[in-house]
């Protein structure tokens, strides 16, 4: 059996002194937590992006602590080796510091191990009160979904030198105030590359090009799942949207014909029982 991936075992994980680069993706539910666990990931986030990959949602807005509880319990049950971080929603750590450190306490008591937080310097004062409460928390800067309405849109984010500047400065910041790795998305990949020379806790990138302590896609991305929209940073590794189409309608086609079920799927009686039926001899009316 693998041993846990620990929080201080990701923490010492720096490309530049020589650590392999960490392998991080989203699950949202107990079998694909058993697949990324198979898999041997280091690192699964149970993301707030389940509003809009499972739940159906335009953005990442709609799902609350409760919801987000349930779906780290799901990836729990199914007790990967894997680091299970829980993604702390929007206005969970919004509103005042009591209400912050309860709603990470709720995602530990569901099984994560640490939270994830959106945000730059204004959520220092709430990273600082989390882990005074002895949990560990991963920062989240750049392209910050929950942060979409303010930045109009999904857009890219330190775009310019004055704002890859503020960005390696929000980053810095995260890690003086206790994170022990930070989620990079959506920069430029000269941003990715001077946050993570800017900093001795692992940078993970998504859309942050090449140069950083580790990688964070979707699941579903990977898997070719979502098969709608495909980000410039996304490379698919599967086709399961097809793959399960094909699956499904040649279940149905089997069913519409009569060769699903066959004698292999289906309980049998015994020939006592049958006899007992009237099944043998004369057809029951
Ligand atoms: O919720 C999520 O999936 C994330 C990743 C994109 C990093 O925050």
Not at 168 to 180: N, R, V
Request: net charge negative; with cysteine.
């Amino acid at each position: 059996m693998t041993s846990k991936v620990t929080v201080p075992k990701v923490q010492a994980s720096k490309v530049a002194t020589g650590a392999d680069p960490l392998v991080m993706v989203t699950a949202y539910d107990a079998p694909s937590a058993r697949v990324a666990d198979a898999a041997g990931v280091d690192m699964i986030l149970v993301g707030d992006s389940v509003a809009m990959v499972v739940l159906g949602y335009d953005d990442t807005l709609q799902v609350t602590i409760d919801d987000m509880a349930h779906h780290v319990r799901a990836v729990a049950r199914a007790n990967p080796s894997s680091l299970i971080i829980g993604d702390m929603p929007w206005m969970s750590f919004h509103v005042s510091v009591e209400d912050t450190v309860r709603n990470a306490a709720t995602l530990i008591r569901a099984g994560a191990q640490c939270v994830k937080v959106e945000g730059g310097r204004k959520r220092i004062k709430m990273i600082e009160a989390i882990r005074a409460a002895e949990i560990p928390v991963v920062g989240h800067v750049g392209l910050t979904p929950q942060s979409a309405n303010v930045m109009g849109g999904f857009k890219i984010q330190a775009r310019d030198a004055h704002d890859v500047r503020r960005t390696i400065a929000a980053a810095k910041g995260l890690q003086a105030a206790g994170c022990f790795a930070i989620v990079v998305e959506g920069v430029p990949d000269i941003a990715g590359q001077m946050i993570t020379d800017a900093l001795d806790i692992p940078v993970i990138g998504i859309g942050a090009g090449a140069n950083t302590d580790g990688q964070v896609l979707v699941y579903q991305d990977v898997i070719g799942l979502e098969n709608r929209f495909k980000p410039r940073f996304v490379r698919r590794y599967g086709t399961a949207f097809e793959d399960q189409v094909t699956s499904l309608t040649n279940y149905a086609n089997d069913v519409r014909s009569g060769a699903f079920p066959g004698p292999d799927e289906t309980y049998k009686t015994s020939d006592n029982l049958a006899e007992a039926l009237g099944l043998y001899g004369s057809q029951p009316t």
